[in-house]
């Protein structure tokens, strides 16, 4: 049964909730907007200006900051989230859309439309690395082998394929392949990060993957075109 319905704004994409979970964001790519939903009232209690066509949203760990990336302009908008002000816009590359926060306290996020991958330093509020990953990155998960890591596992949607990347930022490089479905889109770990959930766009399915073995030990047919994934804690 649904309890509330809420007019946020034209084509919204993304919904997530704040960290103390009082509030959802929501991207409206239709109007270049990120729309703002108390959790108690489920009333709009702000909309900002957001760069053109807003898709992804993360915060910081203090969630002082919101950044939000806009596949229209190439950017990464940087807002206070006290004073809803736009700070700063930080360009990034082709078609910005998946947006994360890492096991450092950085933003991670993927340029869908081209081959690389970025992370944003929230001290600095600056682009403080990227990397080569291959056509088409989609989403961004991280996960441990045994004692080594944190590695940040990438969904390419143009292969078969999960890339592992070392997620030490002075050293990024790709490290292993893992091969899946047909067009990995969402991808999810378990809070141990031994364990990686993938949906793809074509196989409508979810596979498991062991992070220790790197290899898919399970696969779950759902609904047509899967796009993301949450495990549940």
Not at 17 to 36: F, M, P
Not at 57 to 73: L, M, P, Q, R, T
Not at 102 to 131: C, F, H, K, M
């Amino acid at each position: 049964e649904t309890l509330a319905s809420i007019y946020t704004g034209n084509r919204c994409h993304m919904v997530v909730l704040t960290n103390d979970h009082r509030q959802a964001w929501v991207t409206n790519i239709g109007e270049d907007t990120v729309s703002i939903v108390d959790l108690e009232s489920f009333r709009i209690v702000a909309a900002i200006t957001a760069g053109k066509g807003p898709t992804g949203i993360a915060f910081s760990e203090d969630g002082h900051y919101a950044y939000v990336s806009n596949h229209g302009d190439r950017t990464v908008s940087v807002i206070d989230t006290g004073s809803h002000r736009v700070l700063k816009s930080i360009p990034v590359g082709a078609n910005p859309h998946f947006l994360t926060i890492g096991p450092d306290g950085r933003i991670w996020g993927t340029n869908a439309d081209g081959n690389d991958i970025y992370v944003i330093d929230t001290g600095t509020q600056e682009r403080v690395a990227s990397l080569e990953v291959g056509e088409r990155p989609q989403q961004i998960a991280f996960g441990y082998r045994g004692s080594q890591g944190p590695f940040a596992f990438v969904t390419m949607g143009a292969a078969k394929k999960v890339i592992a990347v070392n997620a030490d930022i002075k050293n990024l490089k790709k490290v292993d392949e893992i091969f899946v479905g047909d067009a990995p889109n969402g991808i999810w770990a378990n809070p141990e990060g031994t364990r990686l959930y993938v949906s793809h766009e074509r196989s409508n399915d979810v596979r498991v993957i062991d992070t220790g073995t790197s290899h898919v030990i399970e696969t779950v047919e759902v609904g047509r075109k899967p796009i993301g994934v949450v495990v549940s804690r």
